[in-house]
Nanobody
Framework: QLQLVESGGGLVQPGGSLRLSCGAA????????VAWFRQAPGKEREGTSS????????EYAPSVKGRFTISRDTTRNTVYLQMNSLTPEDTAIYYC????????????????WGQGTQVTVSS
């Protein structure tokens, strides 16, 4: 079982930026597609972005396209989510998830999950 660990969350002002990181404790991410999901209080878990195993294909939800960028660094065994132009609507717990191949941005596709990192956008 892949153990995913997220980091980089925090409090940021509207219009600001954050970069989240997703690593795999004791294992490697290089054979997995990775996605970032988020869940705000009282709302369903929402897929924001995903990246293929090779890193050459990415997908974004309309709500974050043009503001968020997902990338991977195989040498660091890490997948990143660069978030720019943040708004209070981006406030949520952000989770990274992994699967053998890139698929739909719905929770059921992804087999392995981290514990999440809190992102709060507020002035």
């Amino acid at each position: 079982q892949l153990q995913l660990v997220e980091s980089g969350g925090g409090l940021v002002q509207p219009g600001g930026s954050l970069r989240l990181s997703c690593g795999a404790a004791g294992s490697t991410l290089k054979y997995y597609a990775v996605a970032w999901f988020r869940q705000a209080p009282g709302k369903e878990r929402e897929g924001t972005s995903s990246i293929s195993v090779s890193g050459d294909m990415t997908e974004y939800a309309p709500s974050v396209k043009g503001r968020f960028t997902i990338s991977r660094d195989t040498t660091r065994n890490t997948v990143y989510l660069q978030m720019n132009s943040l708004t209070p609507e981006d406030t949520a717990i952000y989770y990274c998830a992994a699967a053998i191949r890139q698929g739909l941005l719905v929770p059921n596709w992804w087999d392995n999950w981290g514990q999440g990192t809190q992102v709060t956008v507020s002035s």
